[in-house]
């Protein structure tokens, strides 16, 4: 069965709209800016990697965000294309969040193997319902109000959703299970504390966001089309903002870290101390 996602607004609600994904790009613009900056200043020899993926995720949204606004003007003779460029890119944004919440799982978890390959088969997982929806749904013309419209597969909608909640829901009981384990040792207790913080805020949000869009993608009652962009925009600005705040939380461990360190190393060797700090990252 197929829903139809047709574009009738009012001015007011495309600005609106407009706003929001403006703040979205925004966003995006300058986490990936203050992501490198930061990975150039940083003697971190491991931040690279989360610049990277941060990078790919903001590179991804700018893209997606331009392309949404794109689709507005569409022309009858490239609607069907057009639409299956925006929606192939929307997966891309999607699948980018989800590498980056399983890369912060897996190096939560100590780079533990069994963690490693649980999330690349939730990942191909994923992967997969997104060349499914990209096949099967499609854009069409709407004769009436001469706009392009997004015809959602309902079950491709709800397979790459419930793939997405899979992503969050697993990367919230992996946070919890081995962060909750270093908190039992009393060294550097407060750095560990502010990285279970970062994993289990991030992707506690994650999980609430898509458990909200499946509860959208299951509804039978048709949603209003402004109030269906809406949900989406502002699902893609948290996404968004859970991924750039990576940035804080790197400040904050460095900080929590220096003042664990200031005093431990009255009672220890220091290059133990460092060993030990180097760990926490």
């Not at 699948?95 to 919440?101: A, E, N, P, R, W």
């Not at 597969?153 to 829901?169: P, Q």
Request: hydrophobic share 45%.
């Amino acid at each position: 069965m197929d829903s139809a996602a047709s574009i009738d607004m009012s001015l007011e609600q495309y600005v609106t709209l407009g706003v929001i994904g403006g703040a979205v790009m925004n966003t995006s613009f300058v986490g990936m800016l203050c992501s490198l900056s930061h990975w150039l200043s940083t003697s971190s020899d491991t931040f690279w990697k989360d610049a990277v993926f941060m990078s790919t995720f903001n590179i991804a949204c700018i893209l997606f965000q331009a392309l949404i606004s794109w689709e507005y003007f569409l022309e009858e003779s490239m609607c069907s294309t057009g639409a299956t460029v925006v929606n192939a890119m929307s997966h891309c944004f999607y699948v980018s969040f989800d590498v980056f919440l399983m890369y912060k799982a897996y190096r939560t978890s100590g780079d533990h193997v069994a963690v490693g390959v649980a999330a690349a088969l939730l990942l191909l997982h994923r992967i997969g319902w997104a060349i499914a929806d990209i096949a099967w749904s499609r854009g069409y013309w709407h004769e009436a109000m001469e706009s392009c419209s997004h015809l959602q597969n309902r079950a491709t909608g709800v397979g790459y959703i419930s793939a997405d909640f899979a992503v969050t829901i697993s990367s919230l009981l992996i946070s919890v299970s081995f962060n909750f384990q270093s908190l039992q040792t009393a060294r550097f207790v407060s750095a560990t504390r502010v990285l279970m913080q970062e994993n289990i805020l991030r992707s506690f949000i994650g999980t609430a966001v898509n458990a909200y869009a499946i509860a959208v993608c299951l509804s039978d009652s048709p949603l209003d089309p402004f109030d269906a962009y809406l949900s989406f925009t502002v699902q893609n600005f948290i996404c968004t903002v859970c991924v750039n705040s990576e940035l804080y939380w790197t400040d904050a461990k460095k900080a929590s870290s220096s003042k664990m360190l200031k005093e431990f190393l009255p009672n220890a060797d220091s290059s133990s101390a460092f060993s030990d700090m180097k760990s926490v990252h």
